[in-house]
């Protein structure tokens, strides 16, 4: 009886999994670039990316980039050039184009959000832990 019960739930719990986004983890292997990052947390809604710090230092640029798993000229970027302190949450629009050397936007109405994976694509410490 439990795991019919546990089957149920995994399958109506599975068209929300289908929906997500993907959030790469990061490819640099950098120790001092990772330990800026880490205790950084950021989500995507609607054209919008919320990220909080808590981590252990304030940041002076953040850039974070998502790319589509099925369109590949899509490109999107969320930037925080202002700074993002410890303990701080922002949000901000992601900017989408399409191809290199464009820079007319693509509206969120044709963009497929379920196919597009994101990435910290630039951070930068601001000073050092407090």
């Known amino acids: 009886m439990k795991k019919g019960l546990f089957y149920a739930l ?7 999994a289908a929906r997500c986004q993907t959030y790469k983890a990061p490819t640099n292997q950098n120790q001092y670039y990772l ?5 950084l947390s950021y989500t995507y809604h609607n054209g919008v990316v919320t990220v909080k710090n808590n981590g252990l230092y304030n940041i002076a ?17 969320a ?3 202002e700074g993002l302190d410890k303990g701080q949450t922002l949000k901000t629009n992601v900017y989408f184009t399409r191809g290199l050397d464009n820079d007319q936007e693509v509206p969120l109405k044709d963009i497929n959000e379920k196919n597009l994976v994101f990435s910290i694509d630039k951070a930068t410490r601001a000073g050092g832990a407090k």
């Not at 995994?10 to 929300?16: E, K």
């Not at 330990?35 to 205790?39: N, S």
């Not at 640029?61 to 970027?77: P, T």
């Open 35 to 39: 330990a800026t990052i880490k205790g």
């Open 10 to 16: 995994l399958l109506a719990a599975s068209p929300l």
């Open 61 to 77: 640029i953040l850039r974070i980039a998502a790319v589509s798993s099925e369109d590949k000229e899509l490109y999107g970027v």
């Open 79 to 81: 930037l925080f050039e």
